[in-house]
T-cell receptor
Framework: GENVEQHPSTLSVQEGDSAVIKCTYS??????FPWYKQELGKGPQLIID?????GEKKDQRIAVTLNKTAKHFSLHITETQPEDSAVYFC?????????????FGKGTHLIIQP | GAVVSQHPSWVICKSGTSVKIECRSL??????MFWYRQFPKQSLMLMAT?????????EQGVEKDKFLINHASLTLSTLTVTSAHPEDSSFYIC???????????FGDGTRLSIL
């Protein structure tokens, strides 16, 4: 089955700096890669996703890049703010034409230092 | 849009009790819902895929007789943890997909504590 590795497990950056979180996946059939933000005691919230026919996607301060050949994808957050502090999870699935369960990475605890 | 609601948010009960958790899609229909489990400071692990009107599909290692799933309508799936024991204590989270495809939208989870 699919295996998703995520690094780093903890990331501390100064407010205003950029943060980058990286993930690799093992199953070349995976073609859908979402990123979720989870705050303490809450469910994950989708922040951005990318499909395998696209190499990069951006939404304001958040961007995701995908390298299908190398089987890795990354989350980039620019101009970080204190409210960006949370646990971030990457995930992969074979979206196909319908819904498929997600395989998650182990998560990155992002800490924004004021 | 795409709001998923879970109930209850927190359950504390004695060992041996059965506990039912509800997952509702509030503003869309979901032919497929998913159930995940998350232990403290760990990632989410897929337990089962819930399909409206048919039997759920369980991941390897998840006991179907222990975790009963019912998806009787396009907006409601339930997970019943039968004869719960302390090792079943965890954070259970459901998700649902509008239009049958990605992305998945998650509920706020149910924290289950078995004494």
């Amino acid at each position: 089955g699919e295996n998703v590795e995520q690094h780093p497990s903890t990331l501390s950056v100064q407010e205003g700096d950029s943060a980058v979180i990286k993930c690799t996946y093992s199953d070349s059939a995976s073609n859908y890669f979402p990123w979720y933000k989870q705050e303490l005691g809450k469910g994950p919230q989708l922040i951005i996703d990318i499909r395998s026919n696209v190499g990069e996607k951006k939404d304001q301060r958040i961007a995701v890049t995908l390298n299908k050949t190398a089987k890795h994808f990354s989350l980039h957050i620019t101009e970080t703010q204190p409210e960006d502090s949370a646990v971030y999870f990457c995930a992969a699935s074979k979206a196909g034409g319908g819904a498929d369960g997600l395989t998650f990475g182990k998560g990155t605890h992002l800490i924004i230092q004021p | 849009g795409a709001v998923v609601s879970q109930h209850p948010s927190w359950v504390i009960c004695k060992s041996g009790t059965s506990v039912k958790i509800e997952c509702r899609s509030l503003d869309f229909q979901a032919t497929t819902m998913f159930w995940y489990r998350q232990f403290p400071k760990q990632s989410l692990m897929l337990m089962a895929t819930s399909n409206e009107g048919s039997k759920a599909t369980y991941e390897q290692g998840v006991e179907k007789d222990k975790f009963l799933i019912n998806h009787a309508s396009l907006t409601l799936s339930t997970l019943t943890v039968t004869s719960a024991h302390p090792e079943d204590s965890s954070f259970y989270i459901c998700s649902a997909c509008p239009s049958g495809g990605q992305p998945q939208h998650f509920g706020d989870g149910t924290r289950l504590s078995i004494l």
